[in-house]
Protein backbone atom coordinates (compact mmCIF):
# COMPACT_ATOMS: atom_id res chain seq x y z
CA UNK A 1 0.00 0.00 0.00
CA UNK A 2 3.46 2.39 0.85
CA UNK A 3 3.16 5.09 -1.87
CA UNK A 4 4.83 7.28 1.17
CA UNK A 5 6.99 6.93 4.13
CA UNK A 6 5.05 4.77 6.59
CA UNK A 7 3.97 6.66 9.93
CA UNK A 8 4.18 5.28 13.70
CA UNK A 9 1.78 6.64 15.54
CA UNK A 10 2.92 7.06 19.54
CA UNK A 11 1.59 7.78 22.72
CA UNK A 12 3.28 10.21 24.90
CA UNK A 13 2.61 10.37 28.45
CA UNK A 14 0.11 11.84 29.73
CA UNK A 15 -1.81 10.34 27.14
CA UNK A 16 -5.84 8.97 26.55
CA UNK A 17 -3.90 5.69 24.16
CA UNK A 18 -7.63 5.33 23.74
CA UNK A 19 -7.78 8.23 20.84
CA UNK A 20 -4.73 6.76 18.76
CA UNK A 21 -5.85 3.64 17.15
CA UNK A 22 -8.60 5.31 15.36
CA UNK A 23 -6.30 7.66 13.61
CA UNK A 24 -5.19 5.11 11.80
CA UNK A 25 -6.93 4.15 8.89
CA UNK A 26 -7.88 8.34 7.96
CA UNK A 27 -4.25 8.82 8.26
CA UNK A 28 -3.51 5.81 5.77
CA UNK A 29 -6.14 7.13 3.50
CA UNK A 30 -4.59 10.74 3.23
CA UNK A 31 -1.11 9.85 3.01
CA UNK A 32 -1.37 6.97 0.73
CA UNK A 33 0.84 4.75 3.26
CA UNK A 34 0.74 2.01 5.84
CA UNK A 35 0.15 3.53 9.57
CA UNK A 36 0.92 1.67 12.87
CA UNK A 37 -0.11 2.36 16.44
CA UNK A 38 3.42 1.47 18.33
CA UNK A 39 2.61 -1.13 21.35
CA UNK A 40 5.95 -0.01 23.15
CA UNK A 41 5.15 1.56 26.25
CA UNK A 42 4.46 5.59 25.80
CA UNK A 43 7.10 7.60 25.94
CA UNK A 44 7.53 9.88 29.21
CA UNK A 45 6.63 12.98 28.51
CA UNK A 46 7.56 14.69 32.11
CA UNK A 47 11.05 15.20 31.21
CA UNK A 48 9.30 18.31 28.79
CA UNK A 49 6.63 19.64 31.64
CA UNK A 50 7.50 23.45 32.55
CA UNK A 51 6.62 23.37 35.84
CA UNK A 52 5.73 27.41 35.65
CA UNK A 53 3.38 26.80 32.49
CA UNK A 54 1.61 23.88 33.31
CA UNK A 55 2.48 22.48 29.69
CA UNK A 56 4.56 20.58 27.72
CA UNK A 57 7.57 21.85 25.38
CA UNK A 58 6.57 20.48 21.86
CA UNK A 59 10.38 20.79 20.91
CA UNK A 60 11.72 18.73 23.11
CA UNK A 61 9.08 16.17 22.53
CA UNK A 62 10.15 16.50 19.03
CA UNK A 63 13.78 15.46 19.94
CA UNK A 64 13.09 12.77 22.10
CA UNK A 65 10.76 10.27 19.78
CA UNK A 66 13.69 11.37 16.82
CA UNK A 67 16.68 9.99 19.71
CA UNK A 68 13.88 7.25 20.35
CA UNK A 69 13.01 6.41 16.90
CA UNK A 70 16.60 6.97 15.24
CA UNK A 71 16.22 4.15 12.65
CA UNK A 72 12.58 4.19 11.89
CA UNK A 73 12.36 4.75 8.21
CA UNK A 74 8.84 6.83 8.01
CA UNK A 75 7.14 9.35 9.71
CA UNK A 76 6.35 9.39 13.33
CA UNK A 77 3.60 10.77 14.92
CA UNK A 78 3.74 11.48 18.76
CA UNK A 79 0.18 12.12 20.48
CA UNK A 80 -0.43 13.62 23.57
CA UNK A 81 -3.14 14.72 26.23
CA UNK A 82 -0.63 17.37 27.91
CA UNK A 83 -1.06 20.82 26.68
CA UNK A 84 1.57 21.52 24.38
CA UNK A 85 3.56 24.92 24.28
CA UNK A 86 6.66 26.73 22.54
CA UNK A 87 8.33 29.46 23.85
CA UNK A 88 7.14 32.29 21.76
CA UNK A 89 3.48 31.35 21.97
CA UNK A 90 0.97 30.41 24.96
CA UNK A 91 -0.05 27.07 22.97
CA UNK A 92 -0.18 25.34 20.39
CA UNK A 93 -2.56 22.80 18.85
CA UNK A 94 1.02 20.32 17.52
CA UNK A 95 4.28 21.02 15.57
CA UNK A 96 6.19 19.43 13.38
CA UNK A 97 9.62 19.58 11.80
CA UNK A 98 9.27 20.86 8.25
CA UNK A 99 10.16 17.96 5.40
CA UNK A 100 11.30 16.19 8.67
CA UNK A 101 10.47 12.85 10.70
CA UNK A 102 8.17 14.35 13.18
CA UNK A 103 5.30 15.39 14.12
CA UNK A 104 3.36 15.65 17.78
CA UNK A 105 -0.38 16.84 18.54
CA UNK A 106 -2.37 17.51 22.03
CA UNK A 107 -5.71 16.45 22.44
CA UNK A 108 -5.95 18.97 25.55
CA UNK A 109 -7.39 22.32 23.70
CA UNK A 110 -9.39 19.97 21.21
CA UNK A 111 -11.65 18.52 24.00
CA UNK A 112 -14.80 20.15 24.60
CA UNK A 113 -14.24 20.31 27.77
CA UNK A 114 -11.43 22.32 27.95
CA UNK A 115 -13.69 24.95 26.75
CA UNK A 116 -16.67 24.33 29.81
CA UNK A 117 -18.90 22.43 27.12
CA UNK A 118 -20.01 18.71 27.75
CA UNK A 119 -17.80 16.17 26.15
CA UNK A 120 -17.88 15.28 22.63
CA UNK A 121 -15.79 12.34 21.47
CA UNK A 122 -17.05 12.30 17.74
CA UNK A 123 -15.91 16.45 17.50
CA UNK A 124 -12.56 15.45 19.58
CA UNK A 125 -11.63 12.54 17.13
CA UNK A 126 -12.29 14.83 13.87
CA UNK A 127 -10.39 18.23 15.52
CA UNK A 128 -7.35 15.57 16.58
CA UNK A 129 -7.47 14.09 13.21
CA UNK A 130 -7.43 17.48 11.14
CA UNK A 131 -4.32 18.43 13.31
CA UNK A 132 -2.46 14.88 13.25
CA UNK A 133 -3.06 15.50 9.35
CA UNK A 134 -1.82 19.05 10.00
CA UNK A 135 0.93 18.65 11.56
CA UNK A 136 2.18 15.40 9.11
CA UNK A 137 1.79 17.21 6.52
CA UNK A 138 4.37 19.80 7.52
CA UNK A 139 6.08 16.84 7.89
CA UNK A 140 5.76 15.65 4.30
CA UNK A 141 6.77 19.44 3.55
CA UNK A 142 3.35 21.05 3.47
CA UNK A 143 3.58 24.93 4.58
CA UNK A 144 0.44 26.78 5.75
CA UNK A 145 -2.79 26.96 2.92
CA UNK A 146 -4.32 29.71 1.66
CA UNK A 147 -7.31 27.42 1.54
CA UNK A 148 -9.63 27.72 4.29
CA UNK A 149 -11.62 24.63 3.47
CA UNK A 150 -7.82 22.78 3.16
CA UNK A 151 -6.55 20.73 6.48
CA UNK A 152 -3.07 22.61 6.20
CA UNK A 153 -4.72 26.25 6.38
CA UNK A 154 -3.57 27.88 9.52
CA UNK A 155 -5.59 27.51 12.62
CA UNK A 156 -5.11 29.30 16.34
CA UNK A 157 -8.58 28.05 18.01
CA UNK A 158 -10.39 25.58 17.84
CA UNK A 159 -13.42 27.32 15.80
CA UNK A 160 -10.53 27.83 12.77
CA UNK A 161 -10.11 24.03 13.18
CA UNK A 162 -13.89 23.23 13.08
CA UNK A 163 -14.62 25.43 9.79
CA UNK A 164 -11.89 23.10 8.25
CA UNK A 165 -12.51 19.63 6.66
CA UNK A 166 -10.22 17.03 7.14
CA UNK A 167 -9.01 16.87 3.28
CA UNK A 168 -6.17 18.14 1.79
CA UNK A 169 -7.06 20.68 -1.32
CA UNK A 170 -5.99 18.95 -4.73
CA UNK A 171 -2.85 21.58 -4.68
CA UNK A 172 -1.39 20.11 -1.35
CA UNK A 173 -2.44 16.54 -2.36
CA UNK A 174 -0.21 17.04 -5.63
CA UNK A 175 2.58 18.31 -3.57
CA UNK A 176 3.06 15.59 -1.30
CA UNK A 177 2.94 12.89 -4.29
CA UNK A 178 4.83 15.08 -6.49
CA UNK A 179 7.80 15.49 -3.78
CA UNK A 180 7.11 11.21 -3.52
CA UNK A 181 6.20 11.40 0.74
Known sequence: MAQ???ILIVAIDPVDRSLLAPLAAPLAGTFSTDVEVTRAAPLDGSFALNVSRNQYGSTP???ALLEKFEDFRGRILGVTSGDL???VLTYVFGEAQ???KVAVVSSHRLRDEYYGLAPN???LHLRLLKESIHELGHAFGLLHCRDYLCVMHSSTGVEEIDL??????ADCE???FRAGG
Open 174 to 176: AKI
Open 61 to 63: LIS
Open 164 to 169: KTEKLC
Open 121 to 123: PEL
Open 4 to 6: TSP
Open 98 to 100: LGG
Open 85 to 87: FVP
